[in-house]
């Protein structure tokens, strides 16, 4: 079967509404798919989990009222702006109402991305490791209407300081964590020699390792923004395998005494150009006052988070029938669902789009108008339908009785069109200049020559970019040459394949890296900038720098997906992207 499509209306008594025997058995095993009785498994579990959840419940907690500024514990969160207090939790109306993460927010960089944010009355959530620190540097910032900056206590480094409830509608992150580094020679309190980023300094690392913060720290930050972000290529439900085959069940108008019957079966050649798909085959008879076939899959352990998604994607080979896809928020069999119609257009494989905001509150088929609306934060099933009947008695307008196929190739949550970069990380020009064929070290920075003497500053970082490029993130990258105290508004430079020397304001890079947060073009990227003026000569303009128009720039700089300007396998990739690098380095050999 190659992605066959039939849907045939029958003129016999099958399908004419009249009176079938009711199969009994077949409602019997429906009731039992969806309610599989405990495993003795999980009632021997349950049965030593009882002394103790009794226990609990009747002995204090032992939890401590006093509070801790530091971050060995985590899991603290405080809101420090507005002084009028946002309490934690509770939802901030408005534009800018998803939480964005700010990691090392007590850094150069850090703590001008969490200023300019709170300017644009965006909501943030400052990752810091000395809370006190956090209150002195950032404490006093203008905060525009809708603005809130929260605290939260934790070490990147330190795994176990990372609790989910600080990621508690965290929709973007700016990561400007980095290690400590400093003169040898000292110094001062505000750290000026290592800040103004022009005259060199014997440098050191003091604190926590290049391993530890660069790579680690970037691995666990990853590991837990990860559902709170989403995947750029969404999450998946429904794949085209065995596996998920075997999750889906058929939930048809047996149930109420009707004789339609369906199933989800696999098709080794089902889908596209002879690929696999999942096939919801039925047939439909409105016999017995039915008319309708259903698969649904069983119920998601523990409940599955679409929170970050826009809605639900489906890849079809549409029959012209209008079906409805069911997304349910509790675990009951029978339960309310919320519901999305969808018409599909005859031989024809496309995309179904489902916003959650179009999904509407139904149970039997009868809408709830009690302003109920889906939560896609606790998912527990979905279910694909076919039915005689729309809503509230209304009838389908593109229904058949008889038989129907609707290959599936796949359902996943998809993010907001088009995607942008939710991840945005501050790396450093030069990581991968470190031992790259050719490269003359003492016309380097010096962080090139000193890189093992550093701990391999530059080589962590570069491990902790590869940690996001892999991660199925949207993300950007953002490489700054030399970082320095001077103002915004000089000329810049922006390329890829790291090559390029230089030096570049932070207020330029903490303004970059919010932009980048709604710029489309940048995701997947990952590239270098500086500015045009001389290394040697100040900027000091007379009048404070318009705003920059980073769209406009980062269209001229033309950035290409996958480009990394790595090393691999002794082959310089430059400004190629790297997969296609490989393969022509492969051709030639």
């Known amino acids: 079967m190659r992605g066959l499509v039939r849907s045939s209306a029958t003129n016999g008594k099958s399908s004419s509404g009249g009176r079938q025997p009711w199969d009994v058995g077949r409602f019997a095993k429906t009731v039992v798919f969806f309610n599989e009785p405990p495993s003795p498994k999980q009632l021997l579990e349950a049965l030593l989990s009882a002394p103790a959840k009794a226990l609990a419940g009747i002995m204090p907690s032992g939890g401590s009222s006093s509070s801790s500024s530091s971050a060995q514990q985590g899991g603290s969160v405080t809101t420090l702006l507005p002084a009028s207090g946002v309490p934690y939790g509770v939802a901030?109306?408005?534009?800018?109402?998803?939480?964005?993460?700010?990691?090392?927010?007590?850094g150069g960089v850090g703590k001008r991305v969490v200023q300019q944010l709170l300017a644009q009355?965006?909501?943030?959530?400052?990752?810091?490791?000395?809370?006190?620190?956090?209150?002195?540097?950032?404490?006093?910032?203008?905060?525009?209407a809708g603005g809130c900056l929260q605290l939260a206590a934790a070490d990147v480094s330190q795994r176990q300081t990372l609790s989910r409830d600080m990621l508690d509608g965290v929709r973007a992150v700016v990561s400007c964590t980095a290690v400590k580094v400093q003169p040898k020679e000292g110094d001062t309190v505000d750290r000026a020699k290592y800040y103004q980023g022009i005259k060199f300094y014997d440098p050191e690392i003091v604190g926590d390792t290049p391993e530890a913060v660069e790579y680690r720290g970037l691995q666990n930050v990853v590991g837990m923004v990860t559902e709170q972000l989403g995947l750029?290529?969404?999450?998946?439900?429904?794949?085209?395998?065995?596996?998920?085959?075997?999750?889906?069940?058929?939930?048809?108008?047996?149930?109420?005494g009707g004789v339609s019957e369906s199933s989800m079966v696999f098709g080794r050649d089902a889908g596209e150009d002879g690929g696999p798909a999942l096939v919801f085959r039925g047939r439909v008879s409105t016999d017995n006052s039915g008319g309708f076939v259903s698969v649904r899959c069983k119920n998601f352990e523990p409940l599955l988070s679409l929170a970050p998604y826009e809605g639900l994607a489906l890849r079809v080979q549409g029959n012209g029938l209008r079906y409805k896809c069911i997304v349910r928020t509790d675990t009951n069999w029978d339960g309310i669902g919320f519901c999305r119609s969808f018409d599909t257009a005859a031989g024809q494989w496309q995309d179904i789009f489902l916003p959650f905001s179009e999904f509407i509150p139904v149970f039997r088929a009868k809408t709830l108008r009690d302003g109920t609306k889906l939560n896609p934060s606790g998912v527990a099933s979905v279910q694909i339908m076919l039915s005689k009947f729309e809503y509230d008695g209304e009838l389908n307008p593109a229904f058949k009785t008889g038989l129907v196929e609707l290959p599936i190739t796949g359902i996943r949550g998809y993010l907001k069109q088009p995607v942008t970069p939710r991840f945005v990380h501050v790396s450093s020009a030069g990581v991968t200049r470190p031992n790259r064929p050719g490269i003359n070290v003492d016309q380097e920075p010096p962080a090139v020559k000193l890189n093992d003497t550093l701990g391999g500053l530059l080589t962590y970082k570069l491990a902790g970019e590869d940690v996001i490029r892999s991660s199925g993130l949207s993300f950007a990258i953002v490489r700054p040459c030399a970082l320095t105290e001077e103002p915004a508004g000089a000329p810049l430079e922006i390329d890829q394949g790291d090559v390029i020397k230089g030096k570049i304001s932070r207020e330029e890079v903490a303004s970059l890296c919010i932009s980048l947060l709604q710029q489309p073009g940048a995701t997947g990227t990952t590239f270098e900038i500086k500015s045009t003026v001389p290394f040697s000569q100040p900027w000091a303009p007379d009048t404070p720098a318009a705003a920059r128009d980073w769209a406009a720039e980062l269209e001229q700089a033309g950035l290409k997906r996958g480009v990394t300007g790595k090393t691999v396998d002794g082959v310089y990739t430059g400004k190629q992207p790297e997969g296609e690098a490989l393969k022509q380095t492969a051709a030639a050999v």
């Open 92 to 106: 901030v109306k408005g534009a800018g109402a998803d939480v964005v993460l700010v990691t090392g927010a007590t």
């Open 121 to 144: 009355g965006r909501v943030v959530r400052a990752l810091v490791r000395d809370v006190d620190k956090a209150k002195q540097l950032l404490g006093s910032l203008p905060v525009a």
């Open 232 to 256: 750029e290529q969404g999450k998946v439900i429904l794949a085209a395998d065995e596996a998920s085959a075997a999750r889906w069940g058929a939930l048809d108008d047996v149930v109420m």
